[in-house]
């Protein structure tokens, strides 16, 4: 993918990954447009980042997403790459969650509904476009769920599991499906200070975007890389070592 001359919408990008995506995307000369909830966050970014469009956006909310992507195909109609980051992830196990089921479907919906009905959203704009390509963040939990976080972990699963499916149907048209699955990175996913020995923002950031730009569909960093190339038996291995402490 060649990361220059694009226009692209990320969301979540107010902070963490999906603003290192945003300012290697700008560094490359693309114009990038980052959404999310938090206006305080967003105005933050674009402090850091002048040249950054923001918008507060609910991907949340079936309206909020038709909301967005009108906005955007209006006001950037050479809108051609989407960035579905937005993530929320719930640290609790299943059998004892005891929280409303509000609260917690919504992990659900921000992690797996948004990002699928986005995509569905842009996809004819996309076809418009000579070049487009459609980004989703996935995990290295897709591949060996999380006691920790199983909800997240199947939502992440079945990410993966779309974009699979979503790259091959748009084999032949002019739109890149690409995945990224990131191990544990030291952001404020999950909740502050959860993830300060993950691997750094930086470092994972300009790994994985250096492979996307040399043309690889799916790629990981670290322990993520050799879960998503691990075979079944390894991949059994690793889930007794990663949830030792939960069973």
Request: net charge negative.
């Amino acid at each position: 993918m060649n990361l220059s001359d694009n226009t692209v919408l990320i969301t979540g990008g107010g902070s963490g990954i999906g603003l290192a995506i945003a300012q290697r995307f700008l560094d490359a000369g693309s114009e990038v447009i980052i959404c999310g909830r938090r206006e305080d966050k967003l105005r933050e970014a674009q402090a850091q980042h002048p040249e950054l469009h923001i918008r507060v956006a609910d991907v949340a909310s079936q309206a909020g997403r038709e909301e967005l992507i009108g906005w955007a195909t209006r006001e950037f109609p050479a809108l051609n790459v989407l960035v579905n980051n937005a993530g929320l992830q719930r640290r609790q196990r299943f059998s004892a969650d005891d929280a409303p089921w509000p609260e917690r479907q919504q992990e659900i919906t921000i992690n797996f509904e948004a990002p699928v009905h986005l995509c569905s959203l842009v996809l004819e704009h996309l076809r418009q476009q000579p070049r487009a390509a459609i980004i989703n963040v996935s995990s290295g939990l897709a591949f060996v769920p999380g006691l920790f976080a199983p909800v997240y972990s199947a939502t992440k699963a079945a990410m993966h599991s779309f974009s699979l499916s979503l790259r091959g149907e748009l084999t032949n048209t002019p739109i890149e499906v690409i995945e990224i699955a990131p191990p544990a990175v030291n952001t404020d996913l999950g909740g502050v200070g959860i993830h300060t020995e993950g691997a750094p923002v930086d470092d994972f950031t300009d790994s994985v975007m250096q492979r996307i730009a040399a043309g690889e569909v799916e790629v990981g960093y670290g322990g993520s890389e050799e879960r998503r190339r691990a075979s079944r038996d390894e991949l059994d291995a690793w889930f007794e070592r990663m949830n030792a402490d939960f069973m």
